[in-house]
């Protein structure tokens, strides 16, 4: 699935970017893909650290839910390859960390190849939410200007609902 996020609000020449979101077996694949960046973010492709409040600087989240559940995952990707997973009981309720999943790669192209690509992959043995509900969503600090991003879609895009995410 694949979408594109939108700015909260007017914010400005914000920059472009495209969430997508895969399911290999037991590995959920993400990636957003970025243009139109004041300065390019550096090529990587080492994991970093288990890191929280991550989203104080530029942070990519994905939200992943269940239609038939209030409780949901949050994950957290910082630039530098940093990340963190956090399970939560309800809307921003019973926030801990999650052991559940792991990262297995992460990657973001070199700053030459325009757009950027940023791409977590992140396993578990904990299997699937039955009917998935998926949102994107992604804040750029820079020394200017801060852009706040967001998109949400759902394999039953009628199944969400607002005050989940």
Do not use: H
Not at 116 to 139: E, K, N, T, Y
């Amino acid at each position: 699935m694949s979408i594109n996020l939108k700015p909260y609000g007017e914010q400005g020449d914000a920059p472009a970017i495209r969430f997508d979101v895969r399911r290999d077996k037991d590995v959920l694949e993400i990636e957003f893909t970025i243009a139109g960046l004041p300065t390019p973010m550096p090529a990587s492709n080492i994991i970093g650290v288990r890191r929280s409040e991550l989203w104080l600087d530029t942070c990519f989240e994905c939200f992943l839910g269940s239609a038939e559940e209030a409780a949901y995952l949050e994950f957290n990707f910082s630039p530098k390859g940093d990340w963190q997973c956090y399970a939560f009981e309800d809307y921003r309720q019973g926030m801990q960390v999650s052991d559940a999943w792991r990262p297995r790669q992460f990657s973001i192209s070199a700053a030459a190849q325009q757009p950027q690509q940023l791409r977590f992959r992140m396993a578990s043995d904990d299997g699937w939410p039955i009917s998935p509900r998926v949102q994107g969503a992604a804040i750029i600090v820079w020394e200017g200007p801060c852009f706040t991003m967001q998109a949400t879609m759902a394999t039953n895009p009628t199944s969400i609902t607002p005050r989940y995410f």
